[in-house]
């Protein structure tokens, strides 16, 4: 008897299934219906012998110390910090707009205490801000925001930014400096030896057994446990019973080009040309040495794996009646990115994660003391 079926071996399984293992002595199964473990974080080496991520770029940061200690148990890390560049009417810039954004766009020479005045100049003041379109317009005016999200958007979610949350944009800052850093987190690392390996180590307990190629249905009422965490979508859990949640998907498509380098920076983000969102050589990413590289494209799709929640209120709404048939479901527990139908980083997944495990633990030693 396994004291929990855990399903899905992304962030939000394993390190569930790692803390119930080592801190709680629990006996885990941990099931997934792909081959592999890692979720959509995991790396693997292609053909090329170039270490590569199955499902897009993945690039770790965080401002949590504890998620940070916590995972540094299972890897060793690599200082990174990544740098995009955007292709805008022929020339690659940064993007968080910033400073040098804005000079080289328009042939300018502000100086940076100036740019906020100039942002103002040009920013259309909105009385709330409810979508992405409003956080971009409000703040640096339509110019900026046609040239650098307003395509991007479409293509990448099929939706106008009008009609996405404003959490979607608030992502990407606007800055008046000349960082040109994706992330200004306290930590910026990728794991030295990639993804799959810090899932293994994480996973490498002898009180967890790992079933890949399954999925949890195959397996109920064949193998018995005492609870489940689940981590995949919600809508399907309950066969969709108030209709689907939408979820955006990606097609990638990987190419090894014979030059040891291709891009100045890991990704390119193509707004306006194209119908892929980005292009990502992942050797910037990983610091491996090779004579050739391999990069990705990323076409959004509207079928497909899930991969993104679609934050905008109609999808909030109907997550919440799944979320109330998941409370009143007793003995299973809903965590991570798909579970929770939440636009969640890796950090804030294996926060989550965690607080789900101290929740157990605390339940589980109050019912220990309220029997004794
Ligand atoms: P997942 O990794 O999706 O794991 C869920 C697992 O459950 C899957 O492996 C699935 O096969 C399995 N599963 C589902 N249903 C079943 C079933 N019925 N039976 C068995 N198994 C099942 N985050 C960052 O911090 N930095 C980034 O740079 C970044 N880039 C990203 C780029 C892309 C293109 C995408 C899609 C995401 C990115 N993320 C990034 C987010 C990151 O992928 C997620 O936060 C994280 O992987 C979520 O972990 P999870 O365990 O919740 O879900
Ligand atoms: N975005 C954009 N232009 C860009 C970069 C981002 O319009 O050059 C918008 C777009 O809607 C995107 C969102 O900001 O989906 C979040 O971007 P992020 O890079 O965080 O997306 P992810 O890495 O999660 O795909």
Known sequence: MFDYLVVGAGFA????AER???QAGKRV?????RPHIGGNAYDCYDDAGILIHKYGPHIFHTNSRRVFEYLSQFTRWRPYEHRVLASVEG?????PINLDTVNRLYGLDLRSEELEAWFAQRAEPRAAIRTSEDVVVSKVGRDLYEKFFRHYTRKQWGLDPSELDASVIARIPVRTNRDDRYFTDTYQYMPLHGYTRLF???LAHPNIKILLNT???EILGLIPFREMIYTGPIDEFFDYRFGKLP???LEFHFETIDMPWVQPVAVINYPNEHAYTRVTEFKHLSGQEHRQTTVVYEYPRGDGDPYYPVPRPENAELYKRYKELADETPHVHFVGRLATYRYYNMDQVVGQALALFDKLVGRAS???GAAA
């Open 247 to 249: 979820y955006r998907s």
């Open 91 to 95: 020339q690659l810039l940064p993007i």
């Open 215 to 217: 999925d949890y249905r």
């Open 29 to 33: 199964l941990l099931c997934d219906r």
């Open 13 to 16: 399984g394993s390190v569930i």
């Open 200 to 202: 293994e180590n994480m």
């Open 20 to 22: 119930l293992a080592s």
């Open 366 to 368: 109050a019912e220990e």
